[in-house]
């Protein structure tokens, strides 16, 4: 048997609990990496925008006409 296998027999004869615990813990070990990744993603994005605001290239809407629209594109 392969230490895998090993590994998710013992994980599966664990009591609910554990294996909650265990699978919380195992989801924040690869979110860890991948908030590095958003956060870094979403700096270059507000970057880019704000040169773009302030090239003229795009003019931006208030927050309250988006959900205005928003709401009208949801309700037809």
């Not at 296998?5 to 989801?27: C, G, P, V």
């Not at 590095?36 to 925008?49: F, K, L, M």
């Amino acid at each position: 048997m392969t230490e895998f296998k090993e590994i998710e027999n013992s994980a599966l004869k664990l009591d609910e609990k554990h294996r909650a615990e265990l699978a919380k813990r195992l989801i924040k070990s690869l979110d860890e990496h991948a908030d590095e990744d958003i956060e870094q993603a979403w700096i270059d994005e507000v970057h880019c925008r704000k040169e773009e605001i302030k090239s003229g290239k795009v003019t931006p809407i208030p927050g309250e006409q988006v959900h205005k629209e928003a709401r009208n594109l949801l309700n037809k």
